[in-house]
């Protein structure tokens, strides 16, 4: 007889333990993604939103005299958010990228119309503590401009500069720390009152042989760095009293050049730029900085316009000084 072989009603079964499933460190929505996005799109709000900061102690000339700059902190941002590749911090990086070029990208790409030119000014604040007065002198005159404009002259500078540029122009003109050298004649030479007490501005007329053009020289007030923040309530109401008389200027062509101490994106500069063109913006390529002269950080220095067609914009390259020379070019 067959042995009968018996089997559990109900075998056991086996249950594997589960498997804990984690994602990879960094990617998709993290806490910590999310707060790196939250980072990027404040700056980001920073940027685009600059007019809204309050210019309390002047808060808000100093976000924007370095508003190009926050590009920075946001590119390293966003190299972050691609290491750790978190998904909502590199969506906030690309509404940066797209922020920033709309903001500065037609800047870095920016050419004026070019062509031939019938005048050519340069502007250059000269520094009272310049390294080298007599290179600088060699400098401005050997860049073949047509009227040379000089803030900021004092001590050794004041002999070099008369010294080089006297012998290369015709016409000259000084008043106080200003001095202009034109080949061209100049005439109807008056202080322009800015409200600091000595002579920080010079109105004249150039005749050129296209036409009379009325000249401002200006170095407006400068701006102090404290622990109350910028102070720049002087410096703007020199732009102030220089915006009024601007205004009040009835000449069809005009050309301001100097050292305005108002970097390109503060919004004190309005009042100016209301009224006449930036031969850089206009004809120059990048942010064209002039200050400080080693790493340019901000665009100090300025020639405007208007009744006129800027050809050209350029920053030279350093001197002794703080500063970089510029130049623009204009056809009548």
């Known amino acids: 007889m067959a042995r009968r072989i018996s089997t559990p009603q109900n075998p056991p ?55 190009p700059w926050l590009g920075v902190p946001l590119a390293l941002l966003g190299v ?45 604040n000269m520094f009272a503590a310049n390294s080298d007065p007599a290179g600088t002198a060699r400098a401005l005159r050997d860049a073949g401009a047509d009227v040379v404009a000089v803030q900021e002259i004092a001590g050794d500078a004041s002999g070099e500069l008369h010294g080089t540029l006297d012998a290369a122009y015709k016409n000259r003109q000084s008043r106080g720390t200003l001095g202009v050298w034109s080949r061209f004649p100049l005439r109807e030479v008056q202080p322009v009152d800015v409200g600091m007490g000595w002579v920080r501005a010079l109105k004249m007329i150039v005749d050129t042989p296209k036409g009379p053009v009325t000249l401002y020289v200006v170095h407006l007030a400068s701006i102090r760095f404290g622990a109350d923040g910028l102070a720049s309530q002087r410096r703007d109401a020199t732009l102030k009293a220089l915006a009024g008389a601007i205004e009040d200027d009835p000449a069809r062509r005009l050309i301001l050049a100097g050292d305005l101490n108002t970097a390109s994106t503060d919004r004190s500069l309005a009042g100016l730029t209301d009224q006449l063109t930036e031969a ?7 942010f064209g900085f002039t200050w400080p002269r080693a790493v340019p950080m901000v665009r100090l220095d300025h020639i405007l316009s208007r009744g006129l067609t800027v050809t050209d914009a350029t920053v030279l390259a350093g001197t002794g000084s703080d500063h970089r020379p510029i130049t623009a070019a204009f056809r009548f």
């Open 13 to 67: 079964v086996t249950t594997a333990p589960p498997v804990r499933r984690t994602a990879a460190k960094g990617s998709g929505t993290t806490p910590g993604g999310l707060v790196l996005a939250l980072v990027i799109l404040l700056v980001t709000g920073l940027l685009l939103g600059h007019r809204l900061i309050p210019n309390g102690n002047g808060f808000g000339s100093l976000v924007e005299s370095f508003l």
């Open 80 to 124: 972050t958010a691609a290491v750790l590749r978190s998904r909502p911090g590199l969506i906030a990086a690309g509404c940066a990228v797209l922020a920033w070029v709309g903001m500065f990208g037609p800047t870095l790409v920016s050419r004026g119309p070019g062509g031939t030119a019938d005048l050519r000014v340069l502007s250059h």
């Open 280 to 286: 850089q913006d206009k004809a120059g390529s990048g």
